[in-house]
């Protein structure tokens, strides 16, 4: 399943250079009683490789899953943080995928075409990409703003 996101996932059942039980801990790290998933029953089940999202089942909605983005504060977090940038069933995960690929591939034609600075040596843009955050899981709606992880601390 998680292998329909591309090449960017690494899914948790596979071996990677990174300590996949620090991925679980710093969530249980990072959620505070504000925070809208504390308490809820998370598994994560994959992490992108280029940055800190995971991508987490709800064991107690088992068709409900999120993408959230970890700061590795090692604290707990204040505010919006770990954002959630999407949520939904599974067809709203890849959609959100779907968007992040769409945006890529636009910043990457017109960076070819001279309309953009190229990506640096650190592999980060020019300038920052946005996509809409997904959240479609209508039980239990997350608030929305244009993008949730901007009001993270560790990004202003």
Not at 29 to 52: C, K, M, W, Y
Not at 114 to 123: E, V
Not at 143 to 153: E, F, H, I, L, N
Request: glycine content about 8%; some cysteine; charged content about 25%.
């Amino acid at each position: 399943m998680v292998s329909r996101l591309g090449d960017d996932w690494c899914d948790m059942s596979e071996g990677c250079d990174l300590d996949h039980t620090a991925l679980s801990r710093e969530l249980k790290t990072e959620l505070h009683p504000a925070h809208p998933f504390f308490g809820a029953s998370l598994e994560v089940i994959a992490h992108r490789q280029t940055n800190d999202d995971v991508l987490c089942h709800h064991l107690d909605t088992p068709a409900r899953y999120s993408v959230l983005h970890l700061t590795w504060s090692g604290r707990e977090e204040i505010r919006d943080c770990p954002t959630i940038d999407a949520d939904g069933e599974w067809p709203h995960i890849v959609a959100y995928e779907n968007g992040i690929d769409a945006a890529l591939s636009t910043a990457d034609a017109i960076e070819q075409d001279g309309r953009r600075a190229p990506m640096g040596p650190a592999g980060t843009t020019s300038r920052p990409l946005g996509t809409k955050a997904v959240h479609a899981w209508p039980e239990d709606p997350i608030p929305q703003g244009p993008c949730w992880r901007k009001s993270c601390p560790h990004e202003e």
